[in-house]
């Protein structure tokens, strides 16, 4: 029998998505590529909306999830702060512990 789960987690604060998959998945490009319109371009979403899913991010966050930097010589840049970094590695360690409780759960299932 090929049986699967198909789940999506996100956290929302105060009635609003705070974060969920896509954002986790965005603020990971731009802490790779420390750049918004490049994390935008690597996952393939466009500039304006990676915009939104980060000030959205950051104006329901506590605290800066990330900083920008404004052009200059080099150009300029958004980096994830520790705090973001921190969400992140919060989010995904939840998500995997979610998707490992789901799959032991359909291997009882299965077993039945």
């Known amino acids: 029998m090929n049986c699967k789960v198909k789940s999506r987690i996100w956290i929302e ?3 609003k ?5 896509g954002k986790v998945q965005l603020l990971k490009a ?17 500039y304006k909306k990676a915009w939104h899913l980060i000030d ?8 800066p999830v990330t ?4 052009g200059g010589k080099g150009g300029g840049g958004t980096e994830l702060t520790a705090y973001g970094r921190s969400l992140v590695n919060s989010f995904e360690e939840m998500n995997r512990e979610c998707w490992h409780f789901l799959d032991v759960q359909l291997e009882k299932i299965k077993s039945l």
């Open 17 to 21: 998505e705070f974060l969920g998959e």
């Open 67 to 70: 900083l920008n930097s404004i």
């Open 56 to 63: 959205s991010v950051n104006n329901t966050a506590k605290r």
């Open 13 to 15: 604060l105060d009635g």
């Open 30 to 46: 731009i802490d790779e590529t420390g750049s918004l319109s490049k994390a935008a371009r690597s996952i393939g979403i466009s």
